[in-house]
């Protein structure tokens, strides 16, 4: 005998409960996804911004600290030419070394192996300070030398087999007789500003000495106090005076790119901004 069996399907009622119930689920995933994708966008922004600031502070401080200054000074003596609070013009040291013969007045030979810097001299971008000894007798003040660079030649050797050397031709031909193993400084005079490109505004730097043009270092920043430099004196007040100038307060604030949520994943959308503030006591300034 055949028997037979009858499958029962879902109900119209059903069908709907388990759309609704899918419906739900899907919705709140789909808010969950939101969320998470708003949080990760403003970390990224916060992490990016902190990072930009940081980084513009630290490039600020790694310039500014190696300025010399010296009360009353003689501006040879003094690193800082212009100052305002969102710019500031400088000699910007890039490289040291020691003579390994006596100047002529037109030549000093360092010798390679005691150079060290950023990079190699270039002619009319670089200049150079010649130490000078003080005199008893004259009453002579020991002082830095100025002179600008014209030629830079590795071709003659540093004489008594003093190794590789590196000649500097000078444009002033009155450079003075100084001993073996007197210091020479390479300097390029630098700028730093706070400037607009592009409908934003940036940390910026350029070398005045060879005319180019400005690039950006940080930013954006923000538009009324993104770069705020401070000038103080040795005992820590303000001042106007370059050779009076021992340490220099940086604040930089620096801004979103993107638009965030003002709080978490809620809240409307506005760009950040964040602010640090450090201090750089320059060379010599304790002196």
Known sequence: MLSSSSHRGFTLVEIMIAMGLTLLVTSA???TLV???RLSRGQTER???QSNVRAGVLALASELRDMGTVTGGTSSRNDLITMA???VTYRAMRGVGFTCQVPTPTQITIARGSFSGYRDPQPGRDSAFLFVEGSVETGQEA????FAITVVSTATACPGGRGPGMTLTAVSGALPPVEVGTPVRIYEV???RLYR???EFWLGARSVSSGENIQPMAGPLTQANGLLLEYLDRLGGRTGDLTAVGSIGLTVRGISQGAVHASGDQGPLARIQEELV???TLRNALH
């Open 278 to 280: 450090t201090q750089v």
């Open 35 to 37: 969320s998470i994708q």
């Open 143 to 146: 002082t830095w030398l100025p």
């Open 197 to 199: 490109s592009d409908g």
């Open 190 to 192: 630098m700028e730093l």
């Open 85 to 87: 609070p969102d710019a």
């Open 29 to 31: 995933l789909y808010r």
């Open 47 to 49: 992490v990016s911004l």
